[in-house]
């Protein structure tokens, strides 16, 4: 009784195995895996090979229709009963590093390596695991998002505008509203066609529709690309009749007035062997580059290109810096002749990566993979630029456990570089009057006003050098200089302008001297400097440099002190370019106390505004502050003698 059970369960394996065969022939994918898992199952423990052999045609079938968690467990039994093609090792592999199993998805790359040194694939996976935490930590500034207007039940994919306003968007969709009735045995769901929405004249987008007539059949269509005037439409058609399956082709209708014409083939493409899709015309409209298995590639599916009126026969491959061994596909444009195409051959997050192509020269490219968040674990497809903007659509079937294809919006947020200043009295406070002349080697002229606070912020070109004059009445000129940086992380640059008053004198911070000499300490060097470079920027000032004692010492040994370290300032900035003729010198000694500013009546709440540190008042003070106060009476200041000097040519 038992063996004749086996018997029955063993033909029953055997019909469903020759079944799930049949169809795996034609591509019918989600079909064929429904007959392998029946024969799985009818399939004993013992009969290892078998089982082997069962779970590794039902997991190439989920692959193949990205259902990664039953292509996992069915790569894992392939594994457990010792599929004998170490090839096994690294599909399994990709379908851990799409699942996020890192970690097992090297182990299992590295046995696919020892069996297999040269599998370039392999060697791909493994680099990609060593780059999908960089890629993690490291994101673009790039803004993804799911659609809520374009994405329906099922799958919908390869957005593209397609009018010159950019207020129109083709897709392609497997949803209920297809031409046809039948179910795709490779998909699992009705054959695709080509849908469109449109924005009102508010600007939102519309409920998508299906394009009538036209270019959709009761086949497969999609994945459509334009014409740079709009006027052409090449796209793949796809005859899936079980009962004569055909390579996918590429068909290009044509449009009158709103409607579009029934395609035809390009390029004789119908009667071919090969597989030819994924059209797209390149900006100029010259050329067509489209995707095909066609001899001559490094394997998988490859990139091509042909002149927009010729044939496909004697298509040139776009070589190897884009085409691998793997699937190179879903080639796109940007305005700016950038190609855009997704692989699983090159390096990458997942399934399929975006990356970006840039001519180099005869037949060489830079290629580089779009990173996260555009590019996941999962397949990434099927970009499209709104115009020279940096924003768009693309699919992906992320975060749908099925690998159904969903539409994305994409926005790189634009780079701000601002400067951010502030006028204000050195010594003192705000000047809500100044006013700052902004001048940039790009052309940049403004004048620019300043709050009430003394700030201003305005926006400047990345890349652009740019000088700033700080100016207010009866007040010296303040420059400042900046260069952008061309990076394309927002920046802020923080600028200060210190003006110095033409009718009062200015202390000069941070002038040091030995102890009871007139030797200039090193630590002066830095506020000296600023003060060479003010002079420069006023050529028409004269100043006089004003040396100021405490009331400690003899009168006259504080006078002669006080006017040698005068005349140590005025002799740095004559020996950094700054002419005798403008520069006097005077030590007041003790004669000159300092009258406490607002400003200093803050920062010392024992002191009030107007307050003259007289040798008199000092003395009141408890002796922490006296020293302060000596502290302050010990400065260095100048003042505007003349404005109009050079003038005329006289001095």
Same mark, same amino acid.
């Given at each position: 009784?038992?063996?004749?059970?086996?018997?029955?369960?063993?033909?029953?394996?055997?019909?469903?195995?020759?079944?799930?065969?049949?169809?795996?022939? !034609?591509?019918?994918?989600?079909?064929?895996?429904?007959?392998?898992?029946?024969?799985?199952?009818?399939?004993?423990?013992?009969?290892?090979?078998?089982?082997?052999?069962?779970?590794?045609? !039902?997991?190439?079938?989920?692959?193949?229709?990205?259902?990664?968690?039953?292509?996992?467990?069915?790569?894992?039994?392939?594994?457990?009963?010792?599929?004998?093609?170490?090839?096994?090792?690294?599909?399994?592999?990709?379908?851990?590093?799409?699942?996020? +199993?890192?970690?097992?998805?090297?182990?299992?790359?590295?046995?696919?390596?020892?069996?297999?040194?040269?599998?370039?694939?392999?060697?791909?996976?493994?680099? =990609?695991?060593?780059?999908?935490?960089?890629?993690?930590?490291? *994101?673009?500034?790039?803004?993804? $998002?799911?659609?809520?207007?374009?994405?329906? #039940?099922?799958?919908?994919?390869?957005?593209?505008?397609?009018?010159?306003?950019?207020?129109?968007?083709?897709?392609?969709?497997?949803?209920?509203?297809?031409?046809?009735?039948?179910?795709?045995?490779?998909?699992?769901?009705?054959?695709? %066609?080509?849908?469109?929405?449109?924005?009102?004249?508010?600007?939102?987008?519309?409920? *998508?529709?299906?394009?009538?007539?036209?270019?959709?059949?009761?086949?497969?269509?999609?994945?459509?690309?334009?014409?740079?005037?709009?006027?052409?439409?090449?796209?793949?058609?796809?005859?899936?009749?079980?009962?004569?399956?055909?390579?996918?082709?590429?068909?290009?209708?044509?449009?009158?007035?709103?409607?579009?014409?029934?395609?035809?083939?390009?390029?004789?493409?119908?009667?071919?062997?090969?597989?030819?899709?994924?059209?797209?015309?390149?900006?100029?409209?010259?050329?067509?580059?489209?995707?095909?298995?066609?001899?001559?590639?490094?394997?998988?599916?490859?990139?091509?290109?042909? *002149?927009?009126?010729?044939?496909?026969?004697?298509?040139?491959?776009?070589?190897?810096?884009?085409?691998?061994?793997?699937?190179?596909?879903?080639?796109?444009?940007?305005?700016?002749?950038?190609?855009?195409?997704?692989?699983?051959?090159? *390096?990458?997050?997942?399934?399929?990566?975006?990356?970006?192509?840039?001519?180099?020269?005869?037949?060489?490219?830079?290629?580089?993979?779009?990173?996260?968040?555009?590019? @996941?674990?999962?397949? %990434?497809?099927?970009?499209?630029?709104?115009?020279? &903007?940096?924003?768009?659509?693309?699919?992906?079937?992320?975060?749908?456990?099925?690998?159904?294809?969903?539409?994305?919006?994409?926005?790189?947020?634009?780079?701000?570089?601002?400067?951010?200043?502030?006028?204000?009295?050195?010594?003192?406070?705000?000047?809500?009057?100044?006013?700052?002349?902004?001048?940039?080697?790009?052309?940049?002229?403004? +004048?620019?006003?300043?709050?009430?606070?003394?700030?201003?912020?305005?926006?400047?070109?990345?890349?652009? =050098?740019?000088?700033?004059?700080?100016?207010? $009445?009866?007040?010296?000129?303040?420059?400042?200089?900046?260069?952008?940086?061309?990076?394309?992380?927002?920046?802020?640059?923080?600028?200060?302008?210190? !003006? @110095?008053?033409?009718?009062?004198?200015?202390?000069?911070?941070?002038?040091?001297?030995?102890?009871?000499?007139?030797?200039?300490?090193?630590?002066?060097?830095?506020?000296?400097?600023?003060?060479?470079?003010?002079?420069?920027?006023?050529?028409?000032?004269?100043?006089?440099?004003?040396?100021?004692?405490?009331?400690?010492?003899?009168?006259?040994?504080?006078?002669?002190?006080?006017?040698? #370290?005068?005349?140590?300032?005025?002799?740095?900035?004559?020996?950094?370019?700054?002419?005798?003729?403008?520069?006097?010198?005077?030590?007041?000694?003790?004669?000159?106390?300092?009258?406490?500013? +607002?400003?200093?009546?803050?920062?010392?709440?024992?002191?009030?505004?107007?307050?003259?540190?007289?040798?008199?008042?000092?003395?009141?003070?408890?002796?922490?502050?006296?020293?302060?106060?000596?502290?302050?009476?010990?400065?260095?200041?100048?003042?505007?003698?003349?404005?109009?000097?050079? &003038?005329?040519?006289?001095?």
């Amino acid at each position: 009784m038992m063996a004749a059970l086996w018997l029955l369960c063993s033909c029953g394996a055997e019909v469903s195995l020759r079944k799930g065969d049949q169809k795996y022939a !034609l591509g019918e994918y989600t079909d064929a895996a429904v007959f392998y898992k029946k024969a799985y199952s009818g399939t004993p423990s013992k009969e290892k090979e078998q089982r082997a052999a069962t779970a590794f045609k !039902l997991a190439d079938c989920y692959r193949r229709i990205n259902y990664v968690p039953r292509a996992l467990a069915a790569y894992r039994n392939a594994v457990r009963y010792h599929y004998p093609d170490s090839v096994v090792y690294r599909y399994f592999a990709d379908m851990l590093r799409i699942d996020g +199993k890192t970690s097992e998805a090297e182990k299992n790359y590295l046995i696919a390596l020892e069996h297999n040194p040269d599998d370039i694939l392999a060697q791909n996976g493994l680099e =990609s695991c060593h780059l999908i935490q960089e890629w993690k930590d490291n *994101p673009t500034r790039y803004i993804v $998002k799911k659609d809520p207007i374009m994405n329906g #039940r099922y799958s919908d994919w390869s957005p593209a505008f397609g009018s010159q306003e950019y207020d129109v968007l083709y897709f392609t969709s497997s949803r209920k509203e297809s031409t046809g009735d039948d179910i795709n045995g490779i998909t699992g769901m009705k054959n695709c %066609d080509i849908y469109v929405s449109r924005k009102d004249d508010k600007g939102r987008w519309q409920k *998508p529709e299906l394009v009538e007539g036209g270019p959709n059949t009761v086949f497969e269509d999609g994945t459509c690309s334009f014409s740079p005037d709009f006027s052409a439409m090449y796209y793949t058609y796809c005859a899936s009749d079980p009962q004569q399956p055909r390579p996918a082709a590429i068909y290009k209708s044509s449009r009158s007035d709103a409607s579009w014409s029934a395609g035809s083939a390009f390029g004789s493409s119908r009667d071919s062997i090969y597989n030819y899709a994924h059209p797209a015309v390149s900006p100029d409209g010259k050329w067509l580059y489209f995707v095909s298995d066609m001899d001559g590639g490094y394997g998988g599916m490859d990139l091509w290109r042909v *002149p927009i009126d010729g044939r496909l026969i004697g298509a040139e491959n776009l070589g190897p810096d884009i085409n691998t061994p793997g699937n190179e596909m879903f080639p796109t444009f940007r305005k700016n002749g950038e190609l855009y195409f997704s692989s699983n051959g090159h *390096p990458g997050m997942g399934g399929l990566d975006i990356f970006c192509a840039v001519s180099t020269g005869d037949s060489t490219w830079t290629v580089t993979n779009m990173g996260a968040p555009l590019n @996941s674990q999962a397949d %990434d497809f099927g970009m499209t630029f709104e115009g020279d &903007l940096t924003r768009g659509y693309f699919s992906s079937n992320r975060s749908d456990g099925r690998g159904r294809d969903h539409i994305w919006t994409f926005e790189l947020p634009e780079t701000v570089h601002k400067i951010t200043g502030w006028v204000y009295e050195k010594d003192g406070y705000e000047l809500p009057d100044a006013l700052v002349y902004l001048i940039g080697n790009d052309g940049t002229n403004l +004048k620019l006003n300043v709050k009430e606070d003394g700030s201003f912020t305005q926006r400047i070109n990345p890349g652009v =050098s740019y000088l700033l004059l700080g100016t207010a $009445k009866g007040f010296m000129n303040y420059k400042q200089e900046v260069t952008a940086d061309s990076t394309n992380q927002d920046r802020e640059y923080v600028l200060q302008f210190p !003006l @110095s008053s033409i009718s009062k004198p200015v202390l000069i911070d941070n002038i040091f001297f030995d102890s009871n000499s007139a030797n200039l300490r090193s630590e002066s060097a830095e506020s000296l400097g600023e003060l060479v470079q003010l002079l420069t920027d006023n050529a028409g000032v004269t100043i006089e440099i004003g040396a100021h004692c405490d009331y400690k010492g003899d009168d006259d040994y504080n006078r002669r002190l006080s006017q040698q #370290r005068a005349e140590s300032v005025v002799e740095y900035l004559i020996t950094h370019g700054i002419n005798k003729d403008r520069l006097t010198a005077r030590g007041y000694g003790e004669t000159t106390p300092k009258t406490i500013n +607002k400003k200093n009546a803050e920062e010392f709440d024992f002191l009030d505004e107007g307050t003259v540190l007289t040798e008199q008042f000092i003395k009141t003070l408890p002796e922490n502050q006296q020293e302060i106060c000596n502290q302050l009476n010990r400065r260095t200041e100048f003042r505007v003698i003349r404005t109009t000097y050079g &003038l005329f040519g006289g001095k």
